[in-house]
């Protein structure tokens, strides 16, 4: 091996670690969650409870819910950089007509955060995606 090709093979090892270290960093907020399957136990917690909150329950009561879990269970791993595409209807469209107020929507968030807690997520990590989740209420708020 030459030197020229010693140098170009470091060069291309190093380009390829650091490529590994910044998707490392870019989805660690995915990977404090637990990847795929912690959002899919934390979905499946909140869906247990909102399902029987007399708060949001209602608006539970004929839905698809094995579908909405999926759907969110991608949407989250969008929000948290995690290697997953979204594939649901845009949320405006989702919520259209369900009369869904600010009482409603905190309570699913409290839910929510209640699932990540009995998940182990870190409070820090919980506040970053609620932060990345609360400008939705405008899209699924019903405005009269």
Known sequence: MTIRH???AACCLLAALASMNAHAEDNALYRQFGEREGLTRIVDDM???VTVDPRT???FENA??????TKLVEQFCVLLDGPCVYTGRPMKRT???QNIDRA???ALVEDLQAAMDKNGVPFHAQNKLLAKLAPMYRDVQDRE
Do not use: D, M, S, V
Not at 64 to 69: C, D, E, F, Q, S
């Open 104 to 106: 409603a929507f905190n």
């Open 47 to 49: 869906y247990a409870t």
């Open 57 to 59: 329950a209602p608006y």
């Open 64 to 69: 698809p819910i094995r579908r909405i879990k």
């Open 6 to 8: 010693a140098a170009l």
């Open 95 to 97: 919520h259209e007509g």
